[in-house]
């Protein structure tokens, strides 16, 4: 990738995390993102902290709670929480029906909770993250390592090839102590059918489609930025 393609999707990033932070109210409870689009609103939220604003995040990794606390913003449990009033997270990709692909950052299990007790989900994305169709982006599937061949199996029964992601020489281990599955569907035709195929699988702990679980994308485009609102 060359640096103007990304310096402009950082732009893009940037200039998408600074409206969606307008959603947040003072003593809201927020949920933090992981990777490097969540990063902006990240760094965006303490600044508004810095200037007065009152707020105490919920963190979607351990990563996002070290930078957090690094930056000066309070945080919560998920467990102290029943729910969170906005969520600003990224995506790998995303539908105009606001599906999505997450988890390349291997916190998706973390985020789906989050986005579940989430009144209001914004994702914020760069141009590059908009699709007609999900599926060029691998779906990420969190799963207990004792369970691997099983799961395996079961992916390619729906027409999947997983691979384990690695780091180094050795699996990726996320935050819940679990193997990631990177799992290529070819373009998903159907990700509410095929959500709840893969939540039938035992021994996943998550997967990275995000069905109904969105209410806006905002996008970057250039220096502005183009909302997508659930119908």
Known sequence: MDIQ??????????????????????????????????????????????????IKGVPTSE???????????ELLDMNEVNTIDVTIDGA???????????GGGGAL???????????????????AKKVEKLGAFRVPVEVVP????????ELSKLNGVGTVRMKGNVPFISDNHNYIVDTDFGLIENAAFLSGSLNQIDGVLAHGLFVNLTSIVIMGKGS????YAKH
Do not use: P, W
């Not at 502005?224 to 909302?227: F, L």
């Open 224 to 227: 502005e930025t183009v909302t």
């Open 146 to 153: 004792l369970a691997l061949n099983y799961v395996l199996q």
């Open 5 to 54: 393609s990304t310096e402009t999707k950082d732009l893009e990033k940037q200039v998408a995390a600074r409206e969606a932070v307008k959603f947040i109210k003072n003593n809201d409870i927020v949920g933090l993102g992981t990777g490097s689009t969540a990063y902006f609103a990240i760094v965006e939220i303490a600044e508004l902290v810095r200037n007065g604003l009152k």
């Open 63 to 73: 990563h996002t709670a070290a930078l957090a606390t690094s930056l000066g913003i």
């Open 92 to 102: 790998d990709e995303f539908d105009e029906q606001l599906n999505l692909i997450k």
């Open 109 to 127: 299990f973390r985020e789906k909770i989050v986005a579940s007790l989430t009144k209001k989900e914004i994702i914020i994305a760069d141009a």
